[in-house]
């Protein structure tokens, strides 16, 4: 089935450190790629996604492109600020009736002033 | 303009009680979906409903059951409760037509004791 692996956090930078999170999945088809962010004690937030191959999702500084070659969607940022804190969770949908969502086990990143 | 509310934000309940969570969607959106986040771990998909109709379910029991009313606004129902219903779980709203991505709600967090 559908799947999304993360890499284990947590993962602690010094602020204005360039971050990667990375990101792979498992599909069938041609899915649409997501990264979200959750703030403590908060729901998810859309950071930002790519719907095809090759397309590239940016949002606040952060970016991602969508790698069908590599089934990869890494996310990443130049520099880092310590309100970036959070856990991030990369996540696809499948399409189909009801575009349902499959997370991957999240990312807690902690910037350190 | 008014995201997706949740009620209650916090609920703590006992072992084999029942509990119902409530959420309004998104001005606009007519599709609600709904997922179990446990600590430490993504969301999973229980079930979306469309047309007051439940349209997918996700890999859990008949305990976890909903319902979505004429304006839109749904409720998950959990019967006989486990001490590992204990989550976050979170509603997300949507579009039914062009689909642009999911709100999500902050969530009520449910412990079961």
């Known amino acids: 089935g559908n799947s999304v692996t993360q890499m284990e956090g947590p993962v602690t930078l010094s602020e204005e450190a360039f971050l990667t999170i990375n990101c792979t999945y498992t599909?069938?088809?041609?899915?649409?790629l997501f990264w979200y962010v959750q703030y403590p004690g908060e729901g998810l937030q859309l950071l930002l996604k790519?719907?095809?191959?090759?397309d590239k999702g940016s949002n606040k500084g952060f970016e991602a492109t969508y790698r069908k070659e590599t089934t990869s969607f890494h996310l990443e940022k130049g520099s880092v600020q310590v309100s970036d804190s959070a856990v991030y969770f990369c996540?696809?949908?499948?399409?189909?009736?009801?575009?349902?969502?499959?997370f991957g086990t999240g990312t807690l990143l902690a910037v350190q002033p | 303009d008014a995201g997706v509310t949740q009620s209650p934000t916090h609920l703590i309940k006992t072992r084999g009680q029942q509990v119902t969570l409530r959420c309004s969607p998104k001005?606009?959106?007519?599709?609600v979906s709904w997922y179990q986040q446990a600590l430490g771990q993504g969301p999973q998909f229980i079930f979306q409903?469309?047309?007051?109709?439940?349209?997918q379910r996700g890999n859990f029991p008949d305990r976890f059951s909903g319902h979505q009313f004429p304006n839109y606004s749904s409720e998950l129902n959990v019967n006989a409760l486990l001490l590992g219903d204990s989550a976050l779980y979170l509603c997300?709203?949507?579009?039914?037509?062009?689909?642009?991505?999911?709100?999500f709600g902050s969530g009520t967090r449910l412990t079961v004791v």
């Open positions: 599909a069938t088809g041609y899915p649409s």
């Open positions: 997300a709203s949507s579009l039914s037509r062009g689909f642009y991505g999911y709100t």
């Open positions: 790519a719907t095809k191959a090759d």
């Open positions: 409903y469309y047309e007051e109709e439940e349209r």
């Open positions: 001005s606009g959106h007519d599709t």
């Open positions: 996540a696809l949908s499948d399409g189909g009736a009801t575009n349902k969502l499959i």
